[in-house]
């Protein structure tokens, strides 16, 4: 029957019957269950994934429904591993198959943003001028106006805008505020390039171009771990997942793998089948604690001592009572053990560890011409000293002698680990001892704060006709760890039982770890990599580094590593997993990201630094740097704030600057052709005159700050930005809930570098501009808003360390709305500034300032002493006292045309990476006929890079790990520097060029570069450090080789030159801020940890229907049983947090998984939704990072000194929180902060 007459009662058929008439055959219409058919028809599959900044890099499907996105599924054809190796499939989370609801959501940014106040503002101004430079000009030249539209950041107030008009806004500010103050007041951040690069690229190519600053992420994430510099030269390199199978003993140290590895856990699951032991070590019962074989629960922040006495245990029975031939034949090729250091004497004849010796400190200088001052020597078998192959000074200047080979002068010499049976004489040699230092919240166990350990040593004569003693770094490390070696020490322990430094009865202590457990794991992890040659692996999360002496923490467990030879071995070694950090095509995306194609170099800055001193953090600092000295340092060479070590380091080169100077730097050059010298030579003058100065020295003149910052790819105002409330009052001008006294008004240390100004600046940023698809926290605090394309909906690529492919994000439908790929957003600015500048900047010369490069000559700075120009010790030289100063020549009205063109310089100068070059220029002349050429205009003949799909296929032409022809020139480049012959790890791939559209039909596994230290293999698995024990390329360090003693003055000075347990510091955060009114509920000081969460990747998804399904639904804080009761708190309750730093508010989840003592909020929790109003601060309650405030380390800032250098996201000062307490207590009243409970909220503050 039709389908009308199936809906009248009185119309029926009759149908037949069966059984008996039981059973009746119907005719009714069926359409209903086409709904179902429906339900999981598509039109198309698109291969995409998650720029997330997650390290599962997990390929998906996404299924498109009538140019819609449906859903997302798994996909399960990456390349097949070798036969003994699991697949890597399945890969994917809950997290990620729920991303697809971000699209269509009410969260989801539709069309452009703008405050209201703002441009009503602008509106106003551009009636009144025709130029919009000169409209901007207006309004920043009124003080009322730009108050108005800054004290309501954060208060809502945005009203639809059009892409046009805010291109036009965006790039009239750019213009006025270069023109007026500067490039370097322009800054930008964006995180995690390997997520999303092309799209990272977009905003830092535009950046770059202008003269920008592009702030660092790695450090200011607290990922990078400084251990890995210091000990490897190397900002972060680790083993791919998969060899987690190769491993025969893993403790997983502080990293929740199943919850924040979840698509690699399997790995770690199924090579207990192959009957490897796993050990957790976490503070409270996590899940890897459920998965593993045994669960270790330190105290919190007391890693360093845990992995100390592990390591006296390894070094007493595996180096001194039963010695592993393997272990000593390992410490003594590929680390700095047999080099030798010179000891300084003390008053009392006690001796004190010093520098390394250098070839340069012997008479004849063994012969070494080129650099013997960087040239480090050790005693060989046969008792003579030689300078071995592979140290700094064999890298710069001189070829084929930087490699592992064990010569020295040409001829095969052993080297000798210990002077023991050479030596002279036997003396006291002084180390300094905090695990006594005494903290309310930590144990400690008191000795003598220096420790007089008996040593063999050698004299020796030197050039300048004086005699040293000195000693080996191995027999400095063994008297370190309290090694009993018959020298009749009374320090040192003859058995585990004693508790001293650093035995296990001493661990146990201060960890609160049965010695027992010590010993029995300590003893398994050595034994197994005796057995198996290294075969044992740590693996290691980002919250130990989180802690202010993460490099403590880390070298404690690197040197187990070190001592068991287990770096470099397939299934063994340092797994530190934090952040998508690995961008595997690196060398392909520098020339993209920074413009290096058109000027050199880029102005680059790290964060940490940066918002330390712009968010006006320092100027609440309650730490000194004499709480951090060594007892053997002299207290009077190390005087001030810690802001002040920030300064003396970038006026010697060491950290970059942002702002640089205090003036205009393109203002220089005219000033320098009135004085009739170059641009540089006059920058040295007037700064040496004082005419010219360091922006970082005068913070608060109202000229040195940062004016313009531009955010895409981040939430830095609702995950990554320590300080919060720090950032809302100084960078913003809007209202903030800091709870400290300022320096001025308390009686801490005032800075000597820096000038003080009573009144601080507030609202530095006149223009705060952020890319997001979402609705995010930091779009709440921002001017504009532009919305971009999401992971869906445009084209990209994404690569991780955790596996060795490369994947396509994929535009599978059109941006939704008005949004945009990120890389068209940066294009339409760059298109318009390009109009808008005309008249106002044209082809300019700007003065950029550049540190002293890790992997670059100046990396040998000053070989010795510390010199500063500014007292007179030296003299001011660019590039070794100082930083190199370097004239870039920019076209401001050819910004768009070089921001879609390929540049000469990769024609002119090659391309390159960590240290070595090759020329490049086949690789362009394919890019001009693939994405074809400029037809006119400045960048005529030029390879095109119109669109991110162009951008795309310029990374992987350029990058050796994607073109194998690229690869073979690299491994050439670097066998000239080594001697040796490495093309054979690239040559059978040299004709595979890998493009966009082969990794769109599969994952694509990279090539093997000398950009890494591992091999992408058939036969074995990634793994960091395999190329420099196989292939002999040595460490990029000092010696060459895997540096243990950091012999820099300021690492000697702060006690760090060796790894020693150092307890968290006291932040001071809990006893001295203002009196917060009690409200009828006891109060306690808590630890304040904030790990990665199970719900969200950083702040995304946080907010994801589907995640607040799974979850609580809002912010929640973990406390302890023990500390819930004696707090009254009961499960589900509204707590509140706070110190000094500001409050936020949450939900108490009450478990016995949390010790007491220590309270856990996961990170990124986004303050957007169920957030009631705090009772101390009288405003909504903040995120987990507003009860925090960065405190940056002196030795985190040195520069110019081999591995001790600076890069962009490679070494620099670190922004730690683990520290921090806060109060804890139950809050009376909720309130929502509507119009009756705002008052109600503000009447109990007051």
């Excluded at 930087?402 to 210990?418: D, H, I, K, R, Y």
């Excluded at 439908?813 to 790929?821: G, R, T």
């Amino acid at each position: 029957m039709s389908k009308l007459l199936d809906r009248f009662r009185y119309f029926k058929q009759k149908g037949d019957t069966f059984a008996d008439g039981h059973g009746q055959v119907m005719h009714t219409n069926r359409d209903w269950e086409d709904s179902y058919r429906q339900r999981w028809q598509f039109d198309k599959i698109v291969r995409s994934t998650h720029g997330v900044n997650c390290t599962g890099s997990c390929s998906w499907k996404i299924y498109v429904k009538n140019g819609l996105v449906t859903w997302e599924t798994q996909q399960t054809d990456y390349p097949r591993t070798r036969p003994d190796l699991p697949n890597h499939e399945p890969r994917g989370c809950p997290r990620g198959a729920s991303y697809s609801w971000y699209l269509y959501s009410a969260n989801r940014l539709k069309y452009p943003l703008v405050r209201k106040r703002l441009i009503a503002l602008w509106r106003e101004a551009l009636s009144r001028h025709s130029d919009p430079v000169l409209a901007w000009e207006s309004i920043m030249n009124d003080p009322q106006k730009c108050q108005s539209y800054k004290q309501v950041r954060g208060h809502g107030g945005f009203i639809r805008s059009n892409w046009k008009e805010l291109n036009q806004l965006i790039a009239a500010a750019n213009v006025w505020t270069i023109k007026t103050y500067g490039p370097d007041r322009v800054a930008g951040f964006s995180p995690i390039p390997a997520m999303s690069m092309v799209s990272y690229a977009a905003g830092t190519r535009y950046l770059s171009l202008l003269g920008g600053t592009c702030l660092s992420f790695y450090d200011w994430y607290c990922d990078l771990p400084p251990a890995s510099p210091m000990t490897w030269g190397e900002q972060t390199d680790v083993p791919e997942s998969a060899d987690w199978y190769n491993s025969a003993y893993i403790i997983a140290w502080g990293s929740n793998v199943p919850q924040t590895r979840t698509p690699d856990a399997h790995f770690f699951t199924e090579v207990r089948y192959k009957g490897t032991k796993t050990i957790a070590i976490t503070p409270d019962y996590s899940e890897v604690a459920k998965l593993c074989d045994q669960w270790l629960a330190p105290k919190q922040g007391t890693d360093s001592a845990l992995a100390m006495a592990m390591g006296h245990v390894i070094l007493k029975e595996f180096h001194l009572d039963n010695p592993s031939d393997y272990f000593l034949n390992y410490c003594r090729r590929y680390t700095d053990m047999p080099m030798l250091v010179l000891l300084d004497e003390r008053a009392d004849g006690s001796y004190v560890p010093g520098r390394m010796m250098r070839a340069s400190d012997l008479v004849d200088g063994l012969g070494e011409a080129n650099n013997p001052e960087w040239k480090t020597v050790a005693l060989n078998s046969t008792g003579e000293l030689v300078a071995p192959n592979g140290s700094i000074g064999f890298r710069w200047g001189e070829k084929g002698k930087w490699n592992l080979e064990p010569l020295a002068a040409g001829v095969e010499t052993e080297l000798s680990l210990s002077l023991l049976g050479q030596h002279d004489d036997v003396a006291g040699v002084a180390f300094p001892y905090f695990g006594g230092n005494e903290n309310p919240h930590f144990r400690s166990v008191r000795q003598e704060p220096v420790l007089v350990r008996q040593l063999p040593m050698k004299r020796l004569a030197l050039a300048d006709g004086s005699e040293r003693m000195v000693v080996s770094v191995y027999d400095l490390v063994l008297a370190n760890y309290g090694l009993d070696r018959g020298l009749d020490d009374s320090l040192s322990a003859s058995d585990y039982n004693e508790v001293k430094a650093y035995t296990p009865a001493w661990g146990e202590q201060i960890t609160g770890v049965p010695r027992r457990h010590i010993e029995t794991i300590a003893r398994e992890f050595a034994e197994t990599a005796h057995k198996t040659h290294g075969r044992s692996m740590i693996i290691l999360g980002a919250g130990v580094n989180h802690w202010y002496h993460m490099d403590m923490n880390y070298r404690g467990m690197i040197n187990m590593l070190v001592f068991c030879g287990c770096v470099g071995q397939t299934g063994g070694g340092w797994a530190h997993y934090v952040g998508q950090e690995k961008l595997r095509p690196q060398t392909g995306w520098l020339p993209l990201a920074f413009a290096l194609d058109w000027n050199r170099p880029p102005r680059q800055m790290n964060s940490t630094s940066f918002f330390y001193n712009h968010a006006s953090q320092w100027r609440y600092e309650k730490l000194t740097a004499q709480e951090l000295l060594s007892p053997l340092a002299d207290p009077a060479k190390f005087t001030g704030h810690l802001i002040d070590f920030n300064v003396r380091a970038e006026r010697m080169g060491w950290l970059p600057s942002a702002p640089q100077l205090n003036l205009n730097p393109l203002s220089v050059k005219a000033s320098a052709d009135k004085a009739g010298l170059s641009a540089a030579d006059y920058t040295v003058q007037a700064l040496k005159s004082g005419a010219i100065r360091f922006a970082c020295e005068q913070p608060d003149s109202g000229h040195n700050h940062p004016r313009n910052l531009f955010v895409w790819r981040s939430n830095l105002l609702g995950s990554s930005g320590k300080g919060h409330e720090y950032m809302l009052k100084y960078l913003l001008g809007t209202d903030s809930g800091i709870q400290g006294e300022a320096l001025g008004s308390s009686e801490g240390i005032k800075p000597e570098e820096v000038e003080w100004q009573s009144a601080a600046i507030e609202g530095k940023l006149d223009l705060l501009v952020t890319l997001d698809f979402r609705m995010s926290s930091t779009c709440l605090f921002s001017d504009i808003v532009l919305p971009t394309a999401t992971w869906y909906e445009k084209d990209d690529m994404n690569t991780s360390d955790m596996h060795p492919f490369i994947h396509p994000l994929s535009a599978a439908v059109d941006p939704a709305w008005e949004s945009k790929s990120d890389w068209e957003i940066y294009k339409g600015i760059a298109s318009v500034f390009s109009e808008v500048c005309v008249g106002h900047l044209g082809q300019e010369t700007d003065v950029v300032l550049h540190p002293l490069q890790h992997d670059s000559p100046a990396e040998l700075a000053q070989p010795f002493d510390i010199l500063d120009w500014r007292k007179g010790e030296c003299e001011l030289t660019p590039g070794k006292t100082a930083p190199n100063i370097v004239v870039v020549e920019r076209d401001y009205p050819a910004t768009y045309e070089r921001f879609t063109s390929l540049g000469p310089l990769l024609d002119k100068l090659g391309n390159g990476g960590k240290g070595i070059a090759w020329n490049t220029q086949d690789e362009v002349d394919f890019l001009g006929k693939l994405n074809y050429t400029k037809h006119d205009g400045p960048a005529k003949g030029r390879p095109r890079i119109d669109t991110a799909l162009d951008a795309s296929e310029v990374i992987l032409a350029l990058a050796p790990e994607t073109n194998g022809q690229v690869a073979v020139k690299a491994w050439q480049a670097l066998g000239e520097m080594t001697g040796r012959e490495h093309t054979h790890l690239a040559i059978n791939k040299e004709d595979e060029k890998i493009r966009f559209r082969d990794i769109q039909a599969q994952p694509r596994k990279i090539i093997s570069s000398p950009t890494w230290s591992g091999l992408e293999s058939e036969h074995v698995s990634y793994n960091a450090g395999y190329t420099n024990v196989h292939e002999l390329i040595p460490w990029r360090t000092l010696s060459g080789r895997q540096q243990l003693y950091q012999d820099h003055a300021w690492m000697r000075a702060f006690g760090e030159s060796l790894v020693a347990y150092r307890p968290p510091i006291d932040t001071r955060s809990v006893s001295e801020m203002r009196e917060i009114p009690p409200n009828g509920f006891p109060e306690k000081a808590l630890n304040f940890l904030t790990p990665h969460q199970k719900w969200g990747i950083h702040s995304t998804y946080s907010e994801n229907l589907l995640m607040l399904t799974l979850s609580r639904g809002g912010p929640i804080v973990w406390i302890s049983e023990t500390d819930a009761r004696e707090l009254g708190i009961e499960d589900n309750d509204w707590i509140e947090a706070f110190n000094a730093n500001g409050a936020l508010t949450a939900r108490a989840v009450v478990s016995q998984r949390v010790p007491s003592g220590m309270t856990m909020m996961y990170h990124a929790q986004e303050r957007i939704m169920n957030i009631p109003g705090s009772e101390v601060t009288g405003m909504r309650g903040g995120i987990h990072n507003s009860v925090t405030r960065v405190c940056p380390k002196p030795t985190h800032m040195i520069g110019g000194y081999a591995q001790l250098a600076y890069g962009f996201n490679y070494y620099g000062t670190v922004g730690s929180n683990r520290d921090e307490f806060i109060m804890i207590r139950k809050m009376k009243n909720i309130h929502w902060l509507d119009d009756e409970g705002r008052d109600q909220v503000q009447e109990a503050k007051k």
